[in-house]
């Protein structure tokens, strides 16, 4: 499938291990891609739980999807500052119904003062448990738990300063807000 352009919207699916839907987030601007990565943005975007229930996210916020790297980046813009959530997930594929990955539970919290906090380490056992996690699966998550936490600590990618300006900003300019 090509590449969406900028200013188009996606579809941004995420499964579990075992190959259920987890979520879907209905509209997601492209700001950014290349060969290996999708930046997007949501602001009031519908979001379906796989049981049905529906909601939408309260502030804007931007993502960062990699074809190399095993989590996504959401840096969620609010008044006290950005707050980031980081997925441990496989690689992103695109098809023709959506930007589509497997969340593997384990989540890493950036707090606007810098305070970083690891999320779901009991969801995590208990998923691999039940979802028969290879140890290949369980090596990789945790190689690249090392990679996140690095780039937090050294301000890479999304954690750049200005990252988050610059996109906000670009999104701004797409939507004429």
């Not at 509209?27 to 602001?43: A, F, P, R, Y």
């Amino acid at each position: 499938m090509r590449m969406p352009k900028e200013g188009e919207f996606v579809s941004v699916q995420s499964y579990k291990h075992d190959g259920n839907l987890h979520r879907t987030w209905r509209d997601t601007m492209v700001l950014k891609t290349s060969e290996q990565s999708l930046i997007g943005l949501n602001d009031h975007t519908l979001v379906t739980e796989s049981d049905g229930r529906r909601w939408v996210t309260r502030e804007p916020a931007i993502v960062y999807f990699h074809k190399k790297y095993w989590f996504n980046i959401v840096a969620m813009i609010r008044e006290k500052g950005v707050s980031y959530y980081c997925n441990l997930a496989s690689p992103f594929i695109l098809d023709e119904e959506a930007l589509k990955y497997i969340d593997y539970d384990l989540d890493i919290k950036v707090f606007p003062d810098g305070e970083k906090r690891l999320l779901d380490v009991d969801e995590y056992e208990l998923h691999g448990k039940l979802m028969h996690y290879p140890n290949n699966i369980d090596y990789i998550l945790k190689e690249n738990v090392k990679i996140l936490v690095d780039w937090i600590n050294n301000g890479k990618g999304p954690f750049s300063k200005g990252y988050v300006d610059i996109w906000y900003d670009r999104y701004k300019q797409l939507s004429h807000k």
